[in-house]
Structures are given as C-alpha cells and as structure tokens.
C-alpha cells in the first residue's frame, strides 16, 4: 500500500514498510534538475501540436523576463511597471537589423545587449532619484511613450510591426525549426534561472535584500546603495532586453502592439506576483500558470477576457505569497541563503 | 582625537535643529548626549553619520574631513551607529543582519558569505544572541533588536559608535543587561561611544564625560557629576522655577 504525507518541506513517501522522504525545497539540488527536465521533455511531448508548442514558448519568455525582474523589484527596493520597455528595445534593434540589413541572430544580439546596456545605464538614476510610487509611475508611462514613437515614425511600421525577421534557426522542417526554437526559449530561461539563482545565493542576494528591507540602514551600515542599485537596474534591463532579442527572431515579427502595452506588463508582474515576489523560480510556476490559464479560458470566448483577470486578481488576494508560498510559507525567503554556523 | 565637529549647523526650513555646535571627542573616551526632547541629539547624530549634511560647518573624524560624505563612506572610515527605534532587516535573520554588517562595513570584497556568516556569528554569541541566529529579525523582542543593533553596528569594525538611546522602552531587567553589555563593548573592542540617553542615571555611570545639547546648541560639557549640578543644565531640563 502507498501512503503518501506532507510535512513541513518534506515529502514522506510509504510503501508497504518502507519509507521514502523527498525533500520538496527547491535548494535541495535534485529537485530543480528535475524540474527543468520535465520541462525539457515536454516540447518533445508535444511535437506534432504547435499550438502548445507556442504557449510553451510564450511561458518560457514569461518566465524569463519575470526572473529578472523578481530580482529587481528586490534589489532596487521598488516596482518596476515597465519592464516590456526593454522587451520592445530588444525586439525593435534585432527587428530593425534584422529586416533592414538582413543581419542574423547572432550578429543582432551584441547590438541588443549594448542597446540593453546604454538604455539601462541612461535610465538607472531614477532608480535613487525617484522614489516609491514615482518610480513605478515613471517606469509605467516609458514603455507607452515607446508605443507611441513606433507609431509616429514609419520604420517602426506601426501596429502592423516589422516583420521578416531571420529565424533564430534554419531548417528544412518547419515542426523541428519550432521545436529547437521552443527549446532556445527553455535554454534562455534556465541561464537567467541559474545567473539569479547564483547571484540571489551569494553576498550580492545579501546587499539587494538589505536594499529591499531598509535602504538606509544598509547605506548607514557601508552599503553603497545607489551603485547596487544601478548595477542590479542595468544587469536585470539587458536581460529582459535579451528576450525581446529572442521573441523577435522566434515570432519572425515583432510589433509594439503586443508587447508594449498594459496588458502585457500586467501579465508579467502577475507572473511575478502569482509566482511569489523575490522567489528564483516563482517566475516559472507563475508564466506556465498564466499562459495556462490564459489558454483554458479560451473556451468561454470573448467572455475570458474579464474572467481571466478576475481570476488572477482573486488569486492574488488568496495567496499573497504566490503559488510557490504554498511550500515556503513565510519561513524564509529565496534570497536569504541559510547557512548553519557552528559556535566557535 | 578622534572626532572633532567645528562650528556645525543644520536647519529644517525655520528650524534651527542644530546651531553652531563645536564637539570633539577623544579616542577611547565614552560621551554622553543628553538635552530635553526636540534638543537635536538625533539630527547631531544624523550629520555625523552622514544621513544630513550640515549647512555650514565641518566634521572631522580622525584629522579627515567627512563633512558630507555618504553614509556608507563614513561608515568605512570608521563610524557605525544604532537607531533610536530599532530598525533591523526584518525578513532576515539576525545571522544575516549582523552578515550585512560584516561584508559591507569595511570594504571586504573578497569575504565570502560563509566567511561573513561565521564572523556575524561570532559578534551575534558577544550580544548574548547566538541562540536566536535563526529567527527572523521580524520575530524579536525589544531588547534582542537592541542587541542585535548593536552586533550589527560592532561587525562593521568600527572605531567610533554612536549608541542612540539604547535602552528607550526597556524594563529594569533588561536595562541592566544591556549596560552589562555595553560595558563589554567598550572591554572588548575598544571602541569610542557618542551615547544619547535620557537615563541620567546610566549617564552618570558609564559616561566619561557629558554634552548638553538645547535648542540645538550645546550648553554645558564637562564631568557627570559637575553637569548634572550646573543651574544652566537643571533650568533646561526641569525649569526655571525649580533651577
């Protein structure tokens, strides 16, 4: 007989007299491997469906561009309400490169990160000099400010986007040119995991928590703020400006239509949120979760569109610490590493 | 000496929270802070900090001018402080929070966490906390935040401490723990203490010498004892009926 108990960050598995525990803590290491390989197979499951092919992609880009931005509503201790500006200035330079000089992917993406960078660095005082809720206003209207640039000047071509776009792959199949770039998605996706993963775990998770706690005592205490704070702005902006690179040259078109508006940010930061803020992997239960939802609501029609917020609204509501909370609870946070420490 | 403030001033709008104020401290020498609520003991320890800058003025720790200066500079020169109210990371641990302390105060680039975790733990066992490394700073009583500050504030190394009134809101227990602890500081580490507190009665004691701040300006300094009978400092605290 199976008999299955959950305790506190411990799955008790029982099979007739034996017992099997599994640790359900993301940092013990066996359980994000296996994660990430069950969301490797599945573009394999699905192959001959590109439609799921596609939400997997879109759940992909979700999270990638929600792990990082995890991190920097932490580590600059304030909201960030446009993050789809850097998706639109990675997606507008590698489609611009792309359709006008017929540039590939690879040769667009030093220019996207050096794009990412220069916007990042322009835009990273207001980090420090807008405070609270101006900063969330400010970072709100950027990306409808872009929205409204792609309409007034004609080589953004408007709502209809640029397209012609190179493929991030070439081959003769169009399903297998689907798969390898679902499987781009997943890679892109588990780099950023890994880069948040490892700097979240290390003394520069420490200062952004610090930052996110109380500013200024970790300025008081040798901290210096602002310059963590630019560097965590600039880190995370060329990495969400990367996935803008990647949607680009995955979709073959990119318009400011899709991505620039409320509605997507919305969706991102409800991946945030749903996924549980300052949590590594959140981001990914919250984009699959998102993109599920999205789908599965699709049934009611025109309908979805009011009950799709309205679900995630209620979720929010319920479960404050996101759908990852449901295993950490309020014990500690991702980004507090907890090292035991022997007296001396 | 170790600090030296030369004529410092600091207005908010109309108000003249500090006004002309001329303090020196020596090395190893533990001063008290005293004056009547509102007097600008807080604000004088904000400038030397760092938190404010004076309007006019100049600060000097160690023959080094750090008027203006970042909070986060004049920390690594050497100057740490507590808070009034107590203001630890609550999401962290108090491990962590004393960590915080250890990697950013002098500049260590090359300490790792795990380095500064058992260096914080090392400061945490001093305040009588190491039991606790694990909680939450959020799930700490009044007098384990005060000690926890004060960890906080020792891990960053520094040569100068300004103890903001540590023992505000603790019962008479605790208020002997942590003049017991602060007497172990002061054994072990060294270090110079800037000390505002409103129990004379602690003043008198642990102090080695007494400021007078009122209105912003400093009335009186010399012996405890000599202070507290001076009829200048008896008028500004109680009046001027009973001076």
Known sequence: ?344 | MILQLQNVSKRFGGLKAVNGVDLSIESGEIVGLIGPNGAGKTTLMNLISGTFTPDSGNILFNGVDITGKEPYEVCRYGISRTYQIPRPFPGMTALLNVAVGVLCGKKRPKMSLSDAMLDASHYLEMVGLFGKRNTLAQDMSLFELRSLELARALATTPSLLLVDEVMAGLNQVEVLKAIRLIRKIIDEYHVTILWIEHIMKIIMEATDRVVVVHYGEVIGSGLPKDVVSDPKIIEAYLGEKIA
């Not at chain 1, 220069?118 to 000099?129: D, E, I, K, Y």
């Open chain 1, 1 to 344: 007989m199976v008999k299955i108990e959950h305790k506190r960050a411990l799955l008790v598995i029982r099979i007739g007299d034996k017992k099997f525990e599994w640790p359900i803590e993301t940092r013990y290491w066996r359980n994000p491997l296996l994660g990430i390989a069950g969301l490797a197979l599945l573009p394999l499951l699905f192959v001959s469906k590109p439609n799921i092919l596609a939400l997997i992609t879109t759940a992909n880009i979700y999270a990638a561009i929600a792990i990082p931005l995890s991190w920097q509503i932490t580590g600059i201790g304030r909201l960030n309400f446009g993050p789809q500006f850097f998706v639109g200035l990675g997606g507008y330079t590698a489609g611009l490169l792309s359709s006008i000089y017929l540039w590939g992917p690879w040769a667009t993406l030093p220019v996207v990160i050096l794009m990412g960078l220069g916007f990042g660095f322009m835009l990273s005082p207001l980090t420090s000099l807008a405070k609270g809720l101006y900063f969330s206003l400010i970072t709100l209207i950027l990306p409808l400010i872009f929205l409204e640039v792609t309409y007034y000047f004609s080589i953004f071509q408007g709502e209809t986007g640029i397209y012609g776009i190179s493929p991030l792959v070439s081959v003769q199949s169009m399903t297998l040119e689907l798969v390898i770039a679902t499987y781009f998605s997943l890679i892109l996706m588990v780099l950023f995991l890994y880069i948040i993963h490892k700097v979240m775990t290390s003394r520069v998770g420490v200062y952004t928590a610090a930052i996110n706690d109380d500013e200024e005592v970790a300025n008081n205490l040798g901290l210096n703020i602002k310059a963590w704070k630019v560097a965590c702005f600039v880190i995370t902006s060329v990495m969400i400006t990367v996935v803008g690179w990647l949607a680009a040259h995955f979709y073959g078109t990119f318009a400011g239509v899709t991505f620039l508006p409320l509605s997507f940010m919305l969706k991102i930061l409800l991946v945030v949120m749903i996924g549980g803020r300052g949590s590594v992997y959140g981001p990914i239960y919250g984009a699959y979760f998102v993109v599920l939802l999205e789908e599965a609501l699709t049934v009611l029609g025109t309908v979805h569109y009011i009950v799709f917020p309205f679900i995630l609204l209620i979720l929010l509501f319920t479960l404050p610490e996101g759908l990852y909370g449901i295993y950490r609870k309020h014990r500690y946070r991702e980004y507090y590493p907890t090292i035991r420490v022997r007296k001396r």
